[in-house]
């Protein structure tokens, strides 16, 4: 079963740019990857999805290597609003469904 | 839109003692999930279901029954409460991803709590 491995926290200052990486070796073919923010009491909220190579929305960019065995979150300029636990899930819908999140990396922003 | 809303928000059980939590959405989604979240382990897939009447396992099933009557709602049962099952538990709700196109994303209740001592 593939596991997805996230550092367990990161402290970074407002206005910088902050990469979190996922590692999940065992991605199979037909995986895709997404990455979620977590409030306290609160559900998680979708970021970005991608399969490989790079995709960018309004809020984030996704960069995944070629041998797709990890990925990376980038956060533009964060502010102290983006404090929060972000989660990088591994999911399949073809063949046997798969959704195995990751453990979660607490980001906190600092002044 | 209420989005996904889950019932109770919050529970204490004795162990032996049983309860459902309601998950309900009106997005008109066809799949559900049911996940449990416990510190330090992110959150994993208890069972989840790709349509009315449809119900599969997922990571953790052990101690757990679920039911699709209706498209819109996705019940988890705890027939028997245990200390182990003491966790945050939340519903979430999807598109497929050959009907939302590019990309499907879960949108997420905002969580029930149970404790059962």
């Known amino acids: 079963l593939a596991k997805t491995t996230q550092p367990i926290s990161m402290d970074s200052y407002e206005g910088q740019e902050v990469n979190i990486t996922c590692s999940h070796n065992?991605?199979?073919?037909?995986?895709?990857i997404t990455w979620y923010q977590q409030f306290p009491s609160q559900g998680p909220r979708f970021i970005i999805q991608?399969?490989?190579t790079k995709v960018t929305n309004e809020v984030a960019s996704l960069f995944i290597p070629a041998d797709r065995k990890s990925s990376t979150l980038s956060l533009p300029r964060v502010s102290l609003s983006d404090t929060a636990v972000y989660y990088c899930?591994?999911?399949?819908?073809?063949?046997?469904?798969?959704?195995?999140f990751g453990t979660g990396t607490r980001l906190k922003v600092l002044a | 839109n209420a989005g996904v809303t889950q019932t109770p928000k919050f529970r204490v059980l004795k162990t032996g003692q049983s309860m459902t939590l309601l998950c309900a959405q009106d997005m008109n989604h066809e799949y559900m999930y049911w996940y449990r979240q416990d510190p330090g382990m992110g959150l994993r897939l208890i069972h989840y279901s790709v349509g009315e009447g449809t119900t599969a396992k997922g990571e953790v099933p052990d101690g757990y029954n679920v039911s699709r009557l209706k498209k819109q709602n996705f019940l988890l049962g705890l027939e028997s409460a245990a200390p182990s099952q003491t966790s945050v538990y939340f519903c979430?709700?999807?598109?497929?991803?050959?009907?939302?196109?590019?990309?499907?994303?879960?949108?997420f209740g905002p969580g029930t709590r149970l404790t059962v001592t």
């Open positions: 991608g399969y490989k």
């Open positions: 899930l591994v999911s399949s819908t073809s063949g046997t469904y798969k959704y195995i």
């Open positions: 979430a709700s999807s598109e497929p991803r050959y009907r939302s196109g590019t990309s499907y994303e879960q949108y």
């Open positions: 065992n991605i199979a073919t037909n995986d895709y």
